[in-house]
């Protein structure tokens, strides 16, 4: 269990953080408003007559980015129409919710988004076909589909395309578009939810000793970040040690952390519905000779990798100069005969915004696309599969921005944060 000299040292390290964060900034209605605007004009250009855009708790992002909404276990969706604000569709328990965000988009409970067979005393479920057919107020030829095609449920594509006997098409790339480059409040809160990382990550490392529980270290960086005006997270809280490492982003379970065993953390705090993100590898104790030998590998190879995203965004090169700068490295280093390009998991970078990481863009080997403008980029890399367990697996990720050709580090860890552990501010 943890103590209450434990606790002292996060009550600091929250103290210490808590001036860097607004907890009351949100964005601007207006926003929103220029949002709608975008979409109305790429929806007029493929002469569109309606938008769908689908999300959930996990997948949330293009129902976050035009109605700062979210569902709690319940699904939710939304229709858009050029010159229309959007409207909601979405079940009685988490649709109340909606109000909350204080768009005032007209919202209507759907028996399509109800947990299953729920029954709600005096709620009205509206028929979704006539809801739709009243907002728009024409007939229907072309519909788009705003959100993934393998996100949205295949039974939502037959109600369009059958009941209103229109067009069904791909329009993804309208959302995927938008969302990718970020405005300046976007910017903002993603600097507060890197900053809430920050600070979790910390405050894991501060408590970490042998004998707590993976979930214990977890908990005590859910508690930092939501005392710091977190709202949810990208991913579950990662406390993986010994073999548990090589999960990647598996989350705490009871397993007991232990003196020697290679450890890695991970964590990220939503804020107004932006993802942040910090994640570090350590060892319980003293590292060994292998031990030290895979973190000065990986160490590197990140702080190379880092300096080519420098160079890639102020210089407008290409994207996989970043992934190739880390790649290179693993192939050109050797640990115990094995030599450790066969260990770099997954490419170094990805973008982020309303979700950790599954938005634009990833980087590849081979993929020579450059950045956007304004974009929100996490270098992430990742050094798993090694068979001895002493170094079965770790990670180093930060968060950037890049604002025109301009680079802001959001983490403020240090690459190697062994000397950390154990140790509060």
Not at 155 to 176: H, P, Q, T
Not at 305 to 334: G, M, T
Request: proline letters at 4%.
């Amino acid at each position: 269990m943890l103590t209450s000299a434990e606790f002292e040292k996060v009550e600091k390290i929250i103290s210490a953080y808590a001036g860097k964060i607004d907890k009351d900034f949100e964005i601007p209605l207006s926003e929103y408003e220029e949002r709608y605007k975008k979409v109305w004009t790429r929806m007029e250009e493929e002469n569109l007559d309606i938008g769908f855009f689908f999300w959930y708790r996990e997948m949330p992002g293009d129902g976050i980015y035009l109605t700062g909404y979210n569902p709690n276990i319940e699904r939710a969706s939304g229709v858009i129409a050029p010159g229309k604000r959007p409207m909601i569709l979405a079940g009685p328990e988490s649709g109340i919710l909606a109000s909350e965000v204080g768009l005032d988009l007209p919202t209507f409970f759907v028996n399509e988004f109800s947990i299953p067979d729920e029954y709600y005393e005096g709620v009205e479920r509206g028929n979704l076909y006539k809801i739709i057919a009243d907002y728009i107020g024409h007939p229907i030829n072309k519909i788009g589909i705003l959100s993934a095609y393998d996100l949205v449920p295949a039974k939502f594509y037959d109600f369009f395309r059958d009941g209103f006997a229109a067009e069904v098409v791909d329009s993804s790339a309208i959302l995927e578009d938008l969302r990718y480059e970020k405005s300046d409040n976007e910017f903002k809160c993603m600097q507060a939810a890197d900053t809430i990382a920050c600070a979790a990550v910390r405050a894991m490392l501060a408590i970490a000793r042998p004998g707590l529980t993976e979930t214990e270290v977890a908990a005590v960086g859910d508690f930092t970040a939501k005392s710091l005006g977190a709202v949810g997270f990208g991913f579950e809280t990662i406390v993986n040690s010994g073999w548990r490492c090589r999960t990647v982003i598996g989350p705490a379970t009871n397993k007991t952390i232990k003196e020697g065993e290679i450890v890695q953390v991970g964590i990220s705090p939503s804020f107004e519905g932006y993802k942040g993100v910090c994640r570090r590898a350590f060892v319980m104790g003293e590292r060994s000779l292998l031990q030290k030998e895979y973190f000065d590998c990986m160490n590197e190879a990140f702080r190379l990798a880092e300096k080519a995203l420098y160079e890639v965004c102020e210089k407008d090169l290409p994207s996989n100069i970043i992934d190739l700068a880390a790649r290179n490295h693993f192939a050109a280093s050797d640990i115990d005969g094995r030599n450790m390009k066969l260990y770099h998991f997954y490419s170094t970078c990805h973008g982020t915004g309303l979700t950790e990481c599954l938005e634009p863009m990833v980087i590849t080997p081979t993929k020579e696309e450059k950045y956007g403008k304004n974009v929100g980029i996490m270098l992430d890399l990742g050094c798993y599969g090694y068979p001895d367990e002493q170094i079965a697996g770790g990670c180093v990720e930060n968060a950037f921005l890049k604002k025109g050709n301009t680079v802001i580090a959001c983490t403020d860890l240090p690459v190697d944060v062994q000397e950390l552990v154990g140790k509060g501010i």
